[in-house]
């Protein structure tokens, strides 16, 4: 599937105006708005708490125990970027660290989203360089074989072209593929505008049974209601 | 075993002010308080450092995937409840967020324990709404399948009945069965008075071994010193 | 080939000059410096982020659920030691917790490091104590089972005796036999000071591909640029 | 929640007629005639394959790596009973094999269910008993702490009352409660001659789409068909 | 990232004499033929021993808990079909069992790969209708929300075209792209007869150090022997 | 902790008949002959059921991804040893296969022991060259970095020195330091030769309460019987 041994350059990229809008609305409303698809498993969680970013994806396909390819991805690097690197077998170690990220920081990236491990978390939240990742370990990586970088890859389960926005926070990572970034920007606007007038009439005691009319299927579905 | 499609209304509570007393001794007391029983799998996680909560239980059987019921559970919340969430096969979706805690908040609801996925952390986080959760995923859950709310349910390993006491922290949940409430509470108070003492000595430099005699019975058991 | 039911008395130290020195160095540098092993797995993770410590291994063998052997050690803690603490079986279970943390803080340790679960980790957090461990449980232990105290232990995966250096922080657990403890903190310093001059060049643009001269090997090894 | 240091005696059990014949069915048959609950997580697995057995539930309370009720257990066992073993936390260790095994055989009963280790797999498959764990393990137990017998238990997330029916084979292991039983294998047998039309006419190659009468929901819900 | 509530029909398919000699090879060859990349994850197994297939992959995306379009999917399926099966969040339900195997090998389907669980192992064992699944659950499904067939999945972390060759034997599950399915065969055949003779020269006690050249490569690495 | 890039030659062996009597008792009462130590974790499997071996341990440090130090391992093999191996960081890549069994076999070992993953499982079987590990993967590894033959190793969380005795059979694998066979082989006889007796009595329907004395301590430690 993969191919190895590649490193494509200029990639088409998402109008940064939109990745960025995107960021804004955060995971779980731009993962409704693509249509519940396009989310990365939930074992990739952030090093530390309150980081929510947007970008375009560059992809690294890396091998096990191995961060070669980080370094070749850095020259990949365009500012607003966020790089998502695959693993072709699972390894914990830890792949990325504080000098990898004074690198990536200085070419402009945004974020990192690995599906491997991460060290010096406690540099990286001090330079505030947020890192998703699905293990913290203080084990370092060789650099001997080689990957591939900006070629399609699957991190967390999902599937990251380059060029694709992708968006991350607390709740987790989500990639929309680049000829899909602006309807669903649209959709995930009108989809915000609908939660901020339900967020109200909810803070106000309204239920979620009458708001969204579902005593009716409710009851059609067959549920009873029976006093103690 | 489960009764699916019901709801139980107007259950019995276990009296509010012995609820709130046995949260102020935190769930690992509790736990020992209960002869160290009730408690829900490590796996459950609060979503937030440094919750405390306590209240009772509101009972909800969720289906993969879907948050219907959490809706129905709503209405039945009454001020100082915590909602425990069941679900009838493994799933870490996101059931929850921000909508439906703006709910639960205005119902009175304290705190949710839910052996699925929980979403919108940060804003969970800012409303100061603690969820203890197996993951955090920002994918949302549909609306098709029955399940109950107030029936007996099976939450992380533990069983719980509507109207039992839920204390949580970050040590985890345990839950106390309405009839052993205040006797739990009792024990709980004079395990607490002892351990303030303990603490006291132990702090002064008193070694466990002397305070709570054990050189004996670890001798009788055979453990021999070595000098090397 | 654990011995059971001894405790070591007496045990050989490391000078506490060089394990607080290369407490400094962290984790990950410490790992690089030995030679990449040593490490625990990193399954093994801090109840609370920011903590960095390191001193002499007070090790200690527990039996699933039965911390009888936690208070032993603390007789054996001398100013500056580390308790690293083993499970005869996987075990979850909440073996220590803010007595026993106020007790070894009281003889002088600075940390525990336990493949098992721990607990009241709120109060630990304020008592500033740090754990390293594989779980938070609220759930207590018995006291009814021989273990041993001082003799050498596999924890996190990694072979630790009395008297190594442990060094703990946000990226895991690593363990210096206490013959190679000098040589360790001379590659770690030396190490170190590459650090700084390469992250101040990577903040400057520099790309790691020619900082460290890797365009030559790469392409041996067969590596393509494309332009998309 | 669980009473400790008790043992029911003379339980009331399901008819043994009623019993067997849910067995017949099937855990996967039984499941769905159950509505879809009841059924245990699918970490549980039977040491060899093939078995398939049913029987009333006698249940244990183990503490971790304490196998002192099994032996408890054995004298409350009577012929066609199942043995269905919970764990107050999570623990691997073998608490059964052999010596147990051929005890248990000799006083009647069918399989073990056990939410922990097991061992001596190679007799045990010899000796025709089966178990379902949650892994296989040569660590034997300790014989110090009480838990309980024919008290109401969860195993493998199920609650189980003495006297349920448990039915066990290669899909995992479903429990009945006794007050369900009769209506349960009603349903079961009413499903299974349902299921041999069924499967007559898809072995002739009539596809679900259209026996089921799928078509029409499918196209209402907005399924498209595309031509490559 | 995926489309939802689509079916393509008329797949096109890659050459039924090359899927079925890459079958013959089985995955660690085909794997290694492919430069090492497309397998999928070991969580992937076999639910009998033995068996060993390839053909073109029909996919399949499913929702948690719901195996509709396993019914749609049945009805695309040719002879020498393999379904591959992903679903949008993890699952361990039962979504397959001996009813929609009967109805898969009547329209001539070879396997089913599914990230998912599978249920009736007994059935499909003795059917001979090999599953690779995530799980084994008793617990069946329900057919209420769309998902998608023949669009390209991520199924146990490798990408999948329809049309794409699928190996699957006791080692996992090996992906073929269609473009890439002849020259794979090429480079599965030399590797082939590579290891025939190079297994006739390990049987007779020739050391692979020797065979492949390995003693300078080694000693050029540092590798040093000490004679205890 | 490890010392990598060494190959110690001439290691001390255990007398082979001493290991090999120990294999004849199993895992499960070698691990209590032993005092209930030495026992790998449960996560190491047996590619296939029914094997049981015993010799002494040629350990082996691999690095993850990377078999390169296997081959060098083979040139040390003595007839009637056993290869364990380790990996410096989680991997489940399959480090061994056919190709190299042959070798092994050849060279005279019975068995290997590996905390990573193995394939060519089926040809292994045929072979009836048995493999205890964490994985099964048809992914192959490079052969790039150094490790170590014949150090002391940690595999799945147990010490093993070259030349201490592996036992391994279905229940998992222990490993009996050299030092201490002998005494081992004699308390596993003498324990072996009691369980005979015992499981005579069992079968013939005396109770454990009563053949090990329990009634006694059970009723001391507060036991009690209800009648239902």
């Not at 947007?54 to 091998?63: D, E, F, H, K, Y």
């Not at 491997?116 to 293990?135: H, I, K, M, N, Y």
Request: aromatic fraction near 6%; glycine fraction near 12%.
């Amino acid at each position: 599937m993969y191919e190895i041994g590649v490193v494509y350059r200029n990639i088409a990229r998402t109008d940064s105006k939109i990745a960025g809008e995107l960021g804004a609305f955060g995971s779980a409303t731009v993962h409704e708005a693509m249509g519940r698809v396009g989310l990365m498993k939930p074992t990739l969680r952030p090093i530390y708490p309150g980081a929510q970013v947007s970008g375009n994806a560059v992809t690294v396909l890396l091998q096990p125990g191995d961060n070669w390819m980080l370094h070749v991805a850095a020259e990949q690097i365009r500012p607003g970027d966020v790089v998502v690197a695959a693993v072709t077998s699972d390894c914990t170690d830890g792949f990325f660290g504080e000098l990898l990220a004074t690198s990536f920081k200085a070419r402009g990236a945004r974020a990192l989203v690995i599906e491997g491990g991460c060290r010096d978390v406690r540099a990286l939240t001090e330079l505030r360089f947020p890192v998703w990742s699905r293990a913290i370990s203080a084990r370092g990586t060789v650099k001997a074989t080689l990957g591939s970088v900006n070629i399609p890859v699957v991190c967390g389960g999902a599937l990251v072209h380059p060029g694709d926005v992708i968006v991350a926070d607390d709740d987790g990572v989500v990639c929309v593929p680049r000829g899909r970034a602006a309807p669903t920007l649209a959709a995930a606007s009108k989809r915000q505008s609908n939660e901020d007038e339900k967020r109200a009439k909810l803070a106000a005691g309204v239920l979620g049974l009458d708001m969204y009319g579902m005593r009716e299927p409710l009851a059609a579905a067959g549920l009873r209601y029976i006093d103690e």
